[in-house]
Structure formats: structure tokens, C-alpha cells
């Protein structure tokens, strides 16, 4: 069975920072192309980064110099660093695991607001 959790969300003031988690069971983490969505309210669900399986990353303009995206495959967990949040990056965060299937995350909510 697999699972992927996600943690870390909550309440920042604007400028701040916040760690997301997520950690895959019932997986072979390494082979997975590892990603984060987010969905705000009235809102598609939007890409935000992903991170390949030998660890190359992509970001979405929208987020690029102010996110990070990183892995620990031994703890088979998946991390986006936020840092200089902004109101319009509340949203609930999803993370996703792509190889030869799709697998998601039930998501974190992330709120920026003072």
C-alpha cells in the first residue's frame, strides 16, 4: 500500500519561512520523480517543483529563487524549502510521486498571512 504524508504546513506572516515533508511508504523512493502542487481556493491545482530521480530540479516561475526543493532517499522523504512567502502562496500542498505510476499526497495547508 502506498502512502505519502505530507507535514510542516501552517500559518506564516508574509516574508517568512516554512519546511513541507513528505514521506513515501510502499515505494522504491529512488526511481520516483518526486513533486509539489498546490491548489489555492476557487483555483486549479498548479505545479510548483519537482525533483528527478538522480536529483535535478525544475520550478515554476511563479516560485523559483524563493523555494527549494530537496530529498532524502534514505528516509524516502521529499522536502520544499519556502522561504520570502507571500499571501498568494496560501494553498494547500500536495506532494506527488510519478514513475510508472501517479501516487498523491492527501496535502498540507499553508496559510501566509499577517
Known amino acids: 500500500q502506498v502512502q505519502l504524508v505530507e507535514s510542516g504546513g501552517g500559518l506564516v506572516q508574509p516574508g517568512g519561512s516554512l519546511r513541507l515533508s513528505c514521506t513515501a511508504s510502499?515505494?522504491?523512493?529512488?526511481?520516483?520523480?518526486m513533486g509539489w502542487y498546490r491548489q489555492a481556493p476557487g483555483k486549479q491545482r498548479e505545479w510548483v517543483a519537482t525533483?528527478?530521480?538522480?536529483?535535478?530540479?525544475n520550478y515554476a516561475d511563479s516560485v523559483r529563487g524563493r523555494f527549494t526543493i530537496s530529498k532524502d532517499n534514505a528516509k524516502n522523504t521529499v522536502y520544499l524549502q519556502m522561504n520570502s512567502l507571500k499571501p498568494e502562496d496560501t494553498a494547500i500542498y500536495s506532494c506527488?510521486?510519478?514513475?510508472?505510476?501517479?501516487?498523491w499526497g492527501q496535502g498540507t495547508q499553508v496559510t501566509v498571512s499577517s
Open positions: 525533483i528527478s530521480s538522480i536529483g535535478r530540479t
Open positions: 506527488n510521486a510519478r514513475y510508472a505510476s501517479d501516487y
Open positions: 510502499g515505494i522504491r523512493f529512488m526511481l520516483y520523480s
